[in-house]
Nanobody, 120 residues
Framework: QVQLVESGGGSVQPGGSLRLSCAAS????????MAWYRQAPGKQRELAAA???????NYADSVKGRFTISRDNTKNTVYLQMNSLNAEDTAVYYC??????????????WGQGTQVTVSS
């Protein structure tokens, strides 16, 4: 079982920045593929950014150039630096981990979510 604990959400004005953190409970964190998803009111959950165990990153078009995902394997933590925030970024942000279990099998875990509100 892997527990994911998110922090860093809050309210910010348009154009502002926030940094989200997600700490994993297991020391095998370096083997996990990690991602941040978000869900706005009335919308489906969508991928915002992802980073593989090897450090390859992927971003939704809507956040490219503004968000940066990174990881610190020594702290079992993944980060999402969010800059130039706008109202469309308002959502609950969820940390996601894909954990290898055995060959060709993995398990997915989710954090509890952290609210990000962008408003003037």
């Amino acid at each position: 079982q892997v527990q994911l604990v998110e922090s860093g959400g809050g309210s910010v004005q348009p154009g502002g920045s926030l940094r989200l953190s997600c700490a994993a409970s297991r020391s095998s964190f370096s083997a996990y593929d990690m991602a941040w998803y978000r869900q706005a009111p009335g919308k489906q959950r969508e991928l915002a950014a992802a980073i593989t165990s090897g450090g390859i990153t992927n971003y939704a078009d809507s956040v490219k150039g503004r968000f940066t995902i990174s990881r610190d394997n020594t702290k079992n933590t993944v980060y999402l630096q969010m800059n130039s925030l706008n109202a469309e970024d308002t959502a609950v942000y969820y940390c996601n981990a894909v954990v290898p279990v055995r060959a060709f099998e993995s398990r997915e875990y989710w954090g509890q979510g952290t609210q990000v509100t962008v408003s003037s």
